[in-house]
C-alpha cells in the first residue's frame, strides 16, 4: 500500500542530512570521536530561539506496558478474509495509545502497540482491509497500517482543536471523514494522503496558513522527513504536498458524531448544536437538518442505503430519522442518562446502545420491546459488533464482549425481561424511580481483556526524584523520576498517611512538572527551570565521583533518556572510541560511556560521557517521549524505537545543546546569599564583611569549616586548642573550587564552631565533632538535624523570610553544635 514504505532515495537523503549532524574524527591516538551538533559547534552564544522553548515530556509505563491504562474510547474489528483466519480488535484509549488484539476462542493477545498521538485516541475507524484510521486530543487524524507492528504512515493536521469523531464508507475505502471541537468536518481521501511524496520530499505543506474552508497559500511549505516501515522507523511524516481535504462548512460548535453509509454518498453530523446535520461528502455541501433532541449528539448511525439515521443524545434519548421525509419517525426512551453508543444489527432493525447509565439495551425499532443485555462498571463510551458478540468500551482501561446474537436478535427479546421504550425522555427516568428497573439478562461477559488501574494522584516528594501516586485499585506506589520505574509498591493503604511519612524537610527547586491524565505519570522538562535542580554526587552515592562534585539533575535524566538514541546514532555514523581510544564493547554495564563532544560544555561537570546508575532508564519499560522539533508537530515514541537519525527537527534545540553539547541555559537562583556574623555578645571578631555567596546546596558543614579556617589562620593556635593537637601551618585543602567553602575539615581539631540561624537555637540541633573520621564520641541532643543539610533548606524551613540569609557562629569547646533556630 503506498505510504508504508520507506524509498531508498528518502532514506539516502536522511542519512546525509544526519551525518551533516555528527562531527567525527578519526586516527590511532586516544582522542575522542566526539557526536555534535552542527549548530552549536564553533558558537559559543546560545542561538536564536523562539519565545517559547519547547517542551520535553517523558511518559512512565509500568512493567505490563501491553495493556491500557486509562479508558477505553472506541473499539474496532477487523475481520479475517481468510476461511480460519485470525480476527482483530482494535482498542484506542485515553492513555494516547492503540493496540491491536489478536482474537480467539479462548482469550486475546496484544500483537502490536500503536503509539504516536500525545493525547486521548478519540475514535478509529478502519478502511480498506488494512488501513487504520485514527483521530486524538492532540488535533491529529493518523493514518495506520493495521497490520503493521504499529508505524504511523501519515499524520494529518488540519484540526484546530481536538479531533472528536470518524466515519469511513465500508464500500468506499478511501473515504474518511473527522470531526472536532473546532466545529469543522473534513473529508479525507486517504488513498491521496498516502501518496509517495515527491522528489523534493522533504517540503510538505505548511498547514497553518489553510483555512477552515480548505483555500490557503500553497507556497509556505517545511521540511519533514518520510517515515519508516518498521516500527524503528523515525518520527511519522505528516499529509503528502499539496493535499487538501473537502472541508464542510456549517456547524457552529463541537462535533461529537459522524456517520456514513456504505457507499459514501451520504454524511450525517452532530454534536452541541443539538441537531442532525446531512451532508454530501462528495462536495462537502450541507443538505438539510434535522431538529427534535434538546440537549447534545453524541452517536450516529445510518443504515447500508443512507435512508434512516439512528441519533443517541445527552437528552437520555434515541431517535429514528427517515431522511427522505426529513422527519423523526420514533423516539425510544431507552435510558435514565445520557446515551454515548450505538450500534446496529446488519439489517437495521435492532439497536444496541449504551451510556452513562452503565447500561447495555437492546431495542426492536419496530415494536420498541427493548432488553437489558448487562450493566458495566463504568459509563459506555463505544460499541463494536463481532459475530454473535458485542465488544464494550467504557471509561475503565478494560474491555469485555458479551453475547449480543446480532445475526438473530429476537433470541435475546424471547428471554423475557422486556419492556416497551417510551417515546418521552422522563418516563423510562419515572420506571426507574419507581422500582422497575430491568434485570440484566447476562450477569458475566464471555470474554475479557483487563487493563491496568489508571493513577489518579500524585504527589512530587520534597527531594524532587521521587512521586507518590494512587492509582483506580487503590494501589499506593511511589516512582524514582530519574530512572522510571517503581521503587515500591505500598499496596492498598491510605495515600495522606504514606505521604505525611515520607515527608523530608529538604529543599530542592521544582525542576519538573507531572501530570496523570494519561492514565500513567508525564513528566515535564521545560528549559531553563528544568536546570535548577543540582544534588552532590555523594547523595546520589556516584562511584568514581568526588564527594562535592555537583550533578544536575535534568541533564542527567535527559543523557539516560537519550543513550539509545546517542547509541543508534553511534552505529549509523562510524564506531565511537571511549576517551582512551578502545572502542567501547556491547555488554549491558551498569554504566554506558557515550563519548561526546564538550564544545562549550558546563565546565562544573567532569565526565559527561557516563550515564550513572540513578539515571538509568528501564529496558523492560521503557519511558516513551513526548516533544517537539522545529518542524512537523509534537510525536510520541519509546525511546527504545529511536532510530538515531532524529535531529533539531524532531528534538528542542535546547535538548539537543545539553545531551550533545554538555551547555545549559543560563540559570537562575543556584546561589544563596547570606551573612555570617558572630554571636549576639560574642567577643568573637568578625571574620567577613559583607554579603557572602554560595551554591544552594552548600551544607553546613562546609559553613562550619570555613569559620575554623578564618578563626585559625587570623588567631595563634593556642587560643584555640589547648591540647596541641593542631599542625600549625597546615595548608588549607580546597574541594571543588567553586565556592570559599570547599575547605575540609583538619584532623583531631578539638574545639567546635555553634552555627544558628537567628542567633537562637530554640529548634533542634545536631552535636558533631569537627574529626569526623574519628572514634570521639558526640554529645547529641534531641530533634537532630543531619549535618547535611543545605542552605537552602535552613531558608526554606527555618529562616523562612525573603532577605538575605543571617548565620551566627560562636566556639564550644570540645564539640561542634550546629544549631538552627527560626
Not at 471541537?181 to 479525507?188: A, R, S, Y
Not at 579556617?709 to 593537637?725: I, T, V, W
Request: with cysteine; net charge neutral.
Amino acid at each position: 500500500m503506498p505510504g508504508f514504505s520507506y524509498r531508498f532515495g528518502e532514506r539516502t537523503q536522511a542519512i546525509q542530512r544526519l551525518e551533516r549532524m555528527y562531527v567525527v574524527g578519526a586516527g590511532r591516538s586516544s582522542r575522542i570521536l566526539a557526536m555534535h551538533r552542527i549548530a552549536s559547534a564553533g558558537n559559543a552564544s546560545n542561538t536564536a530561539r523562539t519565545s517559547k522553548e519547547k517542551r520535553l515530556t517523558y511518559v512512565l509505563n509500568d512493567a505490563d506496558d501491553k495493556k491500557h491504562c486509562a479508558g477505553i474510547n472506541c473499539v474496532a474489528v477487523l475481520k479475517s478474509s481468510r476461511p480460519h483466519g485470525c480476527d482483530y480488535l482494535f482498542t484506542g484509549s485515553r492513555d494516547s495509545t492503540l493496540r491491536r488484539w489478536s482474537l480467539a476462542d479462548d482469550g486475546a493477545t496484544c500483537s502490536a502497540t500503536f503509539e504516536s498521538h500525545v493525547d486521548w485516541v478519540n475514535d478509529a475507524v478502519l478502511t480498506g482491509g488494512k488501513t487504520l484510521v485514527s483521530c486524538s486530543s492532540d488535533a491529529t487524524v493518523k493514518v495506520w497500517n493495521s497490520l503493521s507492528d504499529g508505524t504511523c504512515a501519515r499524520t494529518l493536521r488540519q484540526h484546530s482543536d481536538f479531533a472528536t469523531c470518524l466515519a469511513a464508507a465500508e464500500k468506499k475505502s478511501n473515504l474518511v471523514a473527522s470531526g472536532g471541537l473546532g466545529g469543522e468536518v473534513f473529508i479525507w481521501d486517504i488513498e491521496a494522503t498516502l501518496a509517495p511524496l515527491s522528489k523534493l520530499n522533504d517540503v510538505v505543506e505548511d498547514y497553518s496558513s489553510i483555512t477552515a474552508n480548505g483555500t490557503g497559500s500553497s507556497n509556505t511549505h517545511k521540511n519533514l522527513r518520510p517515515t519508516s516501515s518498521s516500527n524503528n522507523g523515525s518520527k511519522p511524516a505528516t499529509q503528502c504536498q499539496g493535499y487538501v481535504p473537502l472541508a464542510s462548512k456549517g456547524h457552529k460548535d463541537s462535533v461529537y458524531a459522524l456517520a456514513t453509509n456504505d457507499c459514501g454518498t451520504l454524511l450525517v453530523s452532530g454534536g452541541t448544536e443539538k441537531v442532525v446535520r446531512v451532508w454530501d461528502p462528495r462536495t462537502g455541501s450541507k443538505t438539510m437538518k434535522l431538529r427534535g433532541h434538546t440537549d447534545n449528539i453524541r452517536a450516529l448511525l445510518l443504515d447500508s442505503s443512507g435512508r434512516y439515521c439512528l441519533s443517541g443524545s445527552s437528552d437520555s434519548m434515541i431517535r429514528l430519522w427517515d431522511l427522505g421525509q426529513q422527519r423523526c419517525m420514533h423516539s425510544y426512551a431507552v435510558h435514565t442518562d445520557s446515551v454515548w453508543a450505538l450500534a446496529s444489527t446488519p439489517t437495521f432493525s435492532h439497536v444496541y446502545s449504551g451510556g452513562r447509565d452503565l447500561s447495555l439495551y437492546l431495542t426492536d425499532l419496530s415494536t420498541r420491546e427493548s432488553v437489558l443485555l448487562c450493566n458495566e462498571d463504568h459509563p459506555i463510551l463505544q460499541l463494536a459488533l463481532h459475530d454473535d458478540g458485542i465488544w464494550v468500551a467504557t471509561t475503565d482501561s478494560s474491555v469485555h464482549r458479551w453475547p449480543a446474537e446480532a445475526h438473530n436478535p429476537v433470541k435475546v427479546l424471547q428471554r423475557g425481561g422486556s419492556f416497551l421504550a417510551g417515546n418521552l425522555s422522563f418516563s423510562r427516568a419515572r420506571a426507574s424511580l419507581e422500582g422497575s428497573t430491568p434485570v440484566p439478562v447476562y450477569r458475566e461477559p464471555s470474554c475479557s481483556i483487563p487493563g491496568t488501574s489508571a493513577i489518579v494522584q500524585h504527589e512530587i516528594l520534597k527531594n524532587r526524584r521521587h512521586v507518590l501516586t494512587k492509582d483506580t485499585g487503590g494501589a499506593v506506589k511511589l516512582w524514582e523520576i530519574t530512572r522510571g520505574v517503581v521503587i515500591e509498591n505500598f499496596g492498598t493503604i491510605s495515600f495522606e498517611k504514606k505521604k505525611e511519612e515520607l515527608f523530608e524537610m529538604v529543599s530542592v527547586p521544582a525542576w519538573f512538572t507531572v501530570d496523570t491524565r494519561l492514565g500513567s505519570l508525564s513528566v515535564h522538562l521545560d528549559t531553563p527551570q528544568c536546570f535548577s535542580a543540582e544534588m552532590y554526587s555523594t547523595d546520589l552515592s556516584i562511584a568514581g565521583k568526588t564527594e562535592d562534585d555537583k550533578v544536575n539533575l535534568a541533564r542527567e535524566t535527559l543523557k539516560g533518556l537519550l543513550a539509545h538514541w546517542l547509541t543508534k546514532g553511534r552505529q549509523l555514523f562510524g564506531s565511537q572510541t571511549s576517551t582512551n581510544g578502545e572502542i567501547p564493547s556491547g555488554k549491558d554495564t551498569s554504566t554506558r560511556t557515550l563519548s561526546l563532544s564538550k564544545v562549550d560544555g558546563d565546565a562544573s561537570s567532569d565526565n559527561d560521557a557516563t550515564v550513572y546508575p540513578p539515571f538509568e532508564f528501564s529496558a523492560v519499560a521503557p519511558p516513551s517521549i513526548v516533544t517537539e522539533g522545529s518542524q512537523g508537530g509534537p510525536w510520541r515514541k519509546k525511546i527504545t524505537d529511536l532510530v538515531g537519525t532524529e535531529d533539531e527537527r524532531d528534538f528542542p534545540c535546547w535538548v539537543l545543546d545539553c545531551v550533545l553539547s554538555n551547555r545549559l541555559p543560563p540559570r537562575e537562583n543556584t546561589k544563596c546569599s547570606f551573612y555570617l556574623h558572630p554571636c549576639e555578645g560574642s567577643t568573637l571578631q568578625i571574620l567577613t564583611q559583607g554579603k557572602l555567596s554560595a551554591p544552594r546546596i552548600l551544607r553546613i558543614h562546609k559553613v562550619v569549616n570555613y569559620v575554623i579556617e578564618k578563626m585559625l589562620l587570623d588567631k595563634p593556635m593556642d587560643s584555640l586548642n589547648a591540647d596541641g593537637n593542631f599542625t600549625k601551618g597546615m595548608p588549607p585543602v580546597v574541594g571543588d573550587g567553586s565556592s570559599p567553602f570547599g575547605l575540609k575539615p583538619w584532623p583531631k581539631l578539638k574545639p567546635s564552631i555553634e552555627i544558628m540561624c537567628n542567633n537562637k537555637a530554640s529548634l533542634s540541633a545536631i552535636v558533631f565533632p569537627l574529626d569526623m573520621k574519628s572514634d570521639n564520641s558526640s554529645v547529641v541532643i534531641p530533634q537532630v538535624l543531619t549535618p547535611d543539610m543545605n542552605l537552602a533548606t535552613v531558608q526554606a524551613y527555618i529562616w523562612k523570610k525573603p532577605e538575605d540569609l543571617i548565620l551566627n557562629y560562636r566556639v564550644v569547646q570540645s564539640r561542634v553544635d550546629v544549631v538552627f533556630g527560626g
